[in-house]
């Protein structure tokens, strides 16, 4: 079984945690960390000749061409994660369709090839917004992996299909969907290997409920991550103690957690995983 990886390509501040605290009109005067923290995450694909998909925020594309260009040399997917690091539950279908667009060019351009991927920060595609599933579509993405199928404060749609699948975007449009993976369990669907809960949980839990996937329900996992998950030395913004405790917890070991994932598992882009399992069709992969 070959699981989907990726990562989503902000900065530490660009975190939905901070969006209190930090305004986008400060970014430009904050310390950038993503250029090294990135290129840590591609020596370590390189070091196992592993290939995932990179959701970069039009932000970053715009500031940081030449590390586009250097995912995209690597082999690697590059995918939309947005603009401006908006929740889509803040914007209007206007708002959305700009963010979405400007991001696109911006990557695109910096590459020089096609983006047929988004994910939406913050997962915030809930029920809510589901509208925006049509403006990916009209916008030339051919799929989506932002729904989380759990419960959760910021995020999710609870009852939502739990692994690659077709979606509605519109009358007589689909697109692909890759949910974020969880297991279920006493009745309840549990979050699995990304972000704060690869970081928090043992990687022995990561590891079981990933081959728990791959044999026992017959599907691939999607593992996601930021660079910063990987950066212990990041600047501290003033934020209270619990929100700090959950934006840095284990730190500094995720990237030995990710050696061990990349020693346990094939991987692959997003693309080639939907691809792989006929969710998305040979035509809308290039």
């Not at 986008?24 to 998909?53: F, G, I, N």
């Not at 290997?193 to 409920?209: E, N």
């Not at 619990?242 to 500094?252: A, D, E, F, G, I």
Request: proline share 5%.
């Amino acid at each position: 079984m070959i699981n989907a990886l990726s990562f989503d390509i902000e900065e530490y501040f660009h975190a939905e945690a901070f969006s209190n605290v930090v305004r986008p009109e400060q970014w430009p005067s904050l310390e950038s960390r993503v250029v090294a923290t990135t290129e840590r995450l591609l020596d370590l694909l390189a070091e196992t000749a592993s290939l995932a998909t990179f959701f970069v925020l039009g932000w970053v594309a715009e500031r940081h061409g030449a590390l586009v260009r250097a995912i995209h040399q690597g082999g690697h997917e590059l995918a939309c994660h947005g603009y401006g690091h908006q929740m889509i539950t803040r914007l209007s279908r206007a708002e959305f369709r700009e963010d979405v667009r400007r991001a696109k060019v911006a990557i695109e351009d910096a590459a020089g090839i096609a983006v047929i991927g988004y994910r939406a920060p913050t997962f915030s595609v809930v029920r809510e917004t589901l509208w925006s599933l049509e403006v990916l579509a009209e916008a030339g993405f051919r799929y989506d992996s932002s729904i989380f199928p759990i419960v959760h404060d910021r995020y999710g749609i609870s009852d939502a299909a739990r692994f690659p699948h077709r979606v509605a975007a519109g009358p007589g449009v689909e697109i692909g969907e890759f949910p974020l993976s969880t297991v279920s369990g006493f009745g309840w669907r549990f979050p699995v290997a990304g972000g704060g809960y690869f970081r928090l949980f043992p990687y022995r839990l990561t590891r079981g409920a990933v081959r728990h996937l791959n044999e026992r329900e017959g599907q691939p996992a999607i593992i996601y991550l930021h660079p910063w998950e990987l950066d212990p030395e990041q600047p501290r913004l003033p934020v209270g103690r619990l929100t700090r405790l959950r934006h840095s917890v284990n730190t500094r070991t995720t990237e030995s957690k990710v050696r061990c994932l990349l020693r346990d598992f094939r991987v692959a882009p997003v693309r080639d995983v939907l691809a792989g399992s006929g969710v998305l069709a040979v035509g809308e992969t290039a």
